[in-house]
């Protein structure tokens, strides 16, 4: 599993041109699944997302969550450039094995009493952004983790 996290001033996300999710000051998270992630790898992203200590100027903390997080499922994280000018995403899972994870991903953020607002899985989405810092963290867990085109270590 890999999330692209980007400290934010304020994001939303839209559909068919309504905004379907937006926070203030918090971090977006862009999350993709790939082949051979669990609901462990889920859980372990969603308690590496709400530990971070990314946040300017507040002391977040697992019990004491301060910000919110805007999730949105983005399989194109797995997109491998190595060969040629297309990018692959062969990497990355397909809908009806990323879905649940994703939502699985929430579910634990909210569990950890974390603010939690979602895109919408599979729509076509317009993600608007203010990036603060600007600062962006690459996560990794799981099957799918690990640095883009360096062999995965399977147990």
């Not at 977040?60 to 040629?84: E, I, K």
């Amino acid at each position: 599993m890999r999330a692209v996290l980007q400290r934010v001033s304020s994001a939303s996300v839209a559909v068919a041109g309504h905004v379907v999710a937006e926070i203030g000051s918090g971090l977006l998270a862009l999350v993709g699944v790939a082949h051979g992630d669990t609901g462990p790898d889920a859980r372990a992203m969603a308690r590496k997302i709400a530990g971070l200590r990314i946040l300017r100027g507040q002391e977040c903390v697992l019990d004491h969550p301060c910000s919110a997080v805007l999730v949105v499922s983005q399989f194109t994280v797995y997109g491998d450039t190595r060969r040629g000018r297309r990018p692959t995403w062969s990497a990355a899972a397909p809908g009806p094995v990323a879905e649940p994870l994703v939502a699985n991903v929430v579910a634990t953020l909210r569990d950890l009493g974390v603010p939690v607002r979602t895109g919408v899985f599979g729509a076509d989405m317009q993600v608007s952004l203010v990036n603060d810092g600007p600062v962006t963290v690459l996560v990794h867990t799981g099957a799918g983790g690990g640095t883009p085109g360096a062999a995965v270590r399977r147990t």
